[in-house]
């Protein structure tokens, strides 16, 4: 069962700055078979990046992944104040398909 | 448009089954993956399971916690999947979601599940 840690747990950034963050898996995550998903309260999850690096339709191109094998990266390049949520990596290269535990972004 | 509508949630006693359904439109419902994944009050994301496609196989895949105990099934011809709970635990408490494929930008609003006695 593949674990996904998150990094870190929360982040105080100001609009305009850069946002990176990272998830870390306990092993290697087939195929670069890695999401990550932005969450708002109260509001379902909402899909930014598939296969670790492709953008989902309709999201904005300041948020970029990167990574393979146990490393994965989500950049948001410009924070604009909607940025500001909780938001989680998933892998689904291998069943079970787990969740990083979240990184809360946060205004500083 | 696609929608993913879940309902049957509630409070419910430890020990006791549930059922949630999810109703789909918008979309050929048969072609499609149909996952759940749950969020206990206040915690992340956990992935529930999900159900294959007839044309993949119709197989289901559940995450260890749940593994037994829940069980997702479909009904094409109503577009509506479906996840039986059964021997339900307070740790279940949470709201799920339904979602179309195992990775994607469709998920439903989500229904309430609250386990106590």
């Known amino acids: 069962e593949i674990v996904l840690t998150q990094s870190p747990a929360t982040l105080s950034l100001s609009p305009g700055e850069r946002a990176t963050l990272s998830c870390g898996a306990s092993q290697s995550v087939s195929s670069s078979y890695l999401a990550w998903y932005q969450q708002k309260p109260g509001l379902a999850p909402r899909l930014l990046i598939y296969d670790a690096s492709s953008r989902a339709t309709g999201i904005p191109d300041r948020f970029s992944g990167s990574g393979s094998g146990t490393d994965f990266t989500l950049t948001i390049s410009r924070l604009e104040p909607e940025d500001f949520a909780v938001y989680y990596c998933q892998q689904y290269g291998s069943s079970p398909y787990s969740f990083g535990q979240g990184t809360k972004l946060e205004i500083k | 448009e696609v929608q993913l509508v879940e309902s049957g949630g509630g409070l419910v006693q430890p020990g006791r089954s549930l059922r949630l359904s999810c109703t789909a439109s918008g979309f050929s419902f048969g072609d499609y993956t149909m996952s759940w994944v749950r969020q206990a009050p206040g915690k992340g994301l956990e992935w529930v399971g999900f159900?294959?496609?007839?044309?993949?196989?119709?197989?289901?895949e559940y995450a260890t916690s749940v593994k037994g105990r829940f069980s997702i099934s479909r009904d094409d011809s109503k577009s509506v999947a479906y996840l039986q709970m059964n021997s339900l635990k307070t740790e279940d408490t949470a709201v799920y979601y339904c979602?179309?494929?195992?990775?994607?930008?469709?998920w439903g609003q989500g229904t309430l599940v609250t386990v106590s006695s």
């Open positions: 159900i294959r496609s007839k044309a993949s196989g119709g197989t289901r």
């Open positions: 979602t179309r494929k195992l990775v994607g930008p469709y």
